[in-house]
């Protein structure tokens, strides 16, 4: 269990994809640019294989802002977005309505 205190701890944004590209070498990983509000981070996400670059750039996403930085086959990831995972199946958490990027999730 985690307590109420430490889960505020986390910063969770939304965020709006600018690119996304393959992370050369790999088959599963995209290297993201994400805005989030005032400004981006670069984010190494294991979507591959269930988006293209196409249906994810411009998606409103929540992601976590203020995790420390984590390298993945060499390259800097700067945050963590939420997906969902069924199986062997990934679907973004994505934004319903029109919020603005930077926007605060709760």
Avoid: C, W
């Amino acid at each position: 269990m985690v307590s109420l205190d430490k889960f505020k701890d986390f910063d969770l944004r939304v965020g709006e994809v600018i690119s996304a590209d393959p992370l050369e070498g790999s088959d599963k990983l995209f290297v993201l640019q994400v805005d989030v509000g005032g400004r981006q981070v670069q984010l190494v996400a294991g979507l591959r294989g269930h988006y293209s670059e196409d249906e994810i750039v411009g998606k409103k996403i929540v992601v976590i802002t203020n995790l420390e930085p984590a390298t993945i086959r060499g390259v800097e990831s700067q945050g963590m977005l939420l997906a969902a995972i069924d199986g062997s199946d990934a679907s973004l958490l994505t934004i319903d309505r029109d919020v603005a990027v930077g926007s605060k999730v709760m």
